[in-house]
Nanobody, 125 residues
Framework: QVQLVESGGGLVQAGGSLRLSCVASGRTLSNYVMGWFRQAPGKVREFVAGIRWGVGSTYYSDSLKGRFSMSNDNAKSTVYLQMSSLEPEDTAVYYC??????????????????WGQGTQVTVSS
């Protein structure tokens, strides 16, 4: 079983930056795919970014690419989501997710078996 713990959320002004972290434990992650999703009130959970741990390939939502960047640190079993030029529309709970299987549907929340508890990001105008 993989445990995921997110941190780094908070309140930021529009145009600002935040870096979210997700520490994973319980399994060797070398073949895992890790993802970041977000869910705003009244909206469906949407894909933000993903990374194949052993390969290093990264994937992004087309609408967010360029402002958000995902990376990982093998030694710390941690993935990061660097967010810049934040907008009020980025306000949401951000979730870290993991799956031991690469699927072409990596952008779907149903492709992930393990989830963190989420961290709130609020962007004020």
């Amino acid at each position: 079983q993989v445990q995921l713990v997110e941190s780094g959320g908070g309140l930021v002004q529009a145009g600002g930056s935040l870096r979210l972290s997700c520490v994973a434990s319980g399994r060797t992650l070398s073949n895992y795919v890790m993802g970041w999703f977000r869910q705003a009130p009244g909206k469906v959970r949407e894909f933000v970014a993903g990374i194949r741990w052993g390969v290093g390939s990264t994937y992004y939502s087309d609408s967010l690419k360029g402002r958000f960047s995902m990376s990982n640190d093998n030694a710390k079993s941690t993935v990061y989501l660097q967010m810049s030029s934040l907008e009020p529309e980025d306000t949401a709970v951000y979730y870290c997710a993991a799956t031991p299987y690469y699927r072409d549907t990596y952008y779907l929340s149903g492709s992930y078996e393990h989830w963190g508890q989420g961290t709130q990001v609020t962007v004020s105008s």
